[in-house]
């Protein structure tokens, strides 16, 4: 009987030990570069996760994270915002000291930001914004940008170019999801000659209370939208299962105008693929066609982008760089060097899930 009591011990230690190790936390000091001075209420998260805080009176914050990668994003009024990637895997000093810098725009910048303004950017865009930020899925439908009010648009018309900025934290409230989501929105672009929009960001999740009824509901929608995304397919990358978690990856010619393909049969070959304990190194380079077969694309993308009506998979390209890194959280880096176009290009922020999301 005490062996079993003992054994059972020693079971229950190596597991709570093995849960710990896929945790890890982060203590900062913000202050200010120039003071030397802590700064109280600072703004300190992960972006696309849940996990967030504000400084004490001492500039310190704490957070404590699941296993991955992240980026550590520290934002305080009136000064230029600080990120900084993160991981398990990284081996952190005791405190990170952070130090912001004031912001400063002359009066030249100012007076040509201005004269290019749209007065009634809100009413003239609004729309179109949303659409190219938030999305056109049927999420999308359900999400609510609460403070609209907040937005700037630019137009030029020599580049033919709409950009919009926003003066504080988007609030956007996804319903279909059950997240509200603060979106520090770096820039949005829309060029008119080649009919491409860019959006660069930091959003920060929330989950919304709700019953237990409305709960299961989200659930159910979270991993639909789960099923066949680019964090799905970092995942079952980093663990060696995109083929039996139904991704198909061509690798196609090197033609930009071809979509003429060659199906990777062998997607973890020791040329490309370099795995240790810690992440997964992606060595590719070039254009890529990455399908999804197990959910059928839905029919408003088919509609939008007049594709046949029997499609069956989720179709993505995406263009690599230089390869990538990806950690076991479906973090990746770096991201500027994989765009993609097609499926995931098409759901945006209404389909976003965050980092620290468990498939169920």
């Known amino acids: 009987m005490r062996k079993s009591i003992a054994v059972l011990l020693l079971t229950f230690v190596c597991m709570l030990s093995l849960a710990q190790q896929k945790e890890f936390s982060v203590l900062g000091k913000v202050i200010d570069s120039a003071t030397r001075q802590p700064l109280l209420g600072a703004s300190a998260f992960c972006q696309n996760t849940t996990h967030g805080t504000i400084t004490n009176n001492e500039g310190l914050f704490f957070l404590r994270l699941p296993g991955g990668g992240y980026d550590l994003v520290i934002s305080y009024t009136g000064y230029a915002k600080y990120v900084t990637r993160i991981s398990s895997n990284q081996v952190l000093a005791d405190t990170l000291v952070i130090e912001l810098v004031k912001e400063e725009k002359t009066m030249t910048e100012v ?9 009634d950017g809100l009413t003239k865009y609004g729309s179109f914004f949303t659409d190219h930020f938030i999305g056109t899925t049927p999420n999308a439908s359900q999400c609510v940008l609460q403070n609209p009010e907040a937005l700037r648009f630019f137009y030029t018309k020599k580049r033919n170019r709409l950009k ?6 988007l609030i956007v409230k996804n319903y279909a999801l059950g997240y509200t989501i603060r979106y520090q929105l770096d820039s949005f672009s829309y060029d008119y000659n080649t009919n491409i929009s ?23 929608s979270r991993a639909k939208t789960y099923l066949g995304s680019r964090l799905h397919f970092m995942r079952s990358m980093f663990d060696s299962s995109a083929s039996e978690e139904g991704f198909i990856v061509e690798k196609l010619d090197d033609d930009p105008k071809s ?14 693929y370099i795995a240790d304990s810690n992440d997964v190194t992606i060595n590719w380079a070039g254009r890529y066609r990455v399908s999804y077969k197990t959910v059928y ?18 179709v993505t390209l995406v263009a690599v760089t230089d390869g990538f890194v990806i950690e076991e959280n479906g973090y990746f880096y770096e991201q500027y060097d994989v765009i993609n176009t097609g499926y995931w290009a098409w759901k ?4 976003l899930l965050p980092y620290n999301y468990e498939y169920e």
């Open 111 to 119: 007076a040509v930001v201005a004269s290019n303004e749209v007065a």
């Open 259 to 272: 979509v003429k393909g060659t199906i990777i049969k062998d997607l973890y070959d020791s040329t490309v």
């Open 198 to 220: 860019q959006f660069t960001g930091y959003p920060f999740f929330q989950e919304m209370d709700s019953t237990d009824a409305v709960a299961e509901k989200w659930i159910k």
């Open 297 to 314: 694309p839905d029919k408003r993308f088919l509609e939008e982008l007049k594709l046949p009506a029997n499609t069956r998979m989720q």
């Open 164 to 169: 919009v900025t926003a003066k504080e934290d």
């Open 348 to 351: 945006k922020l209404a389909e």
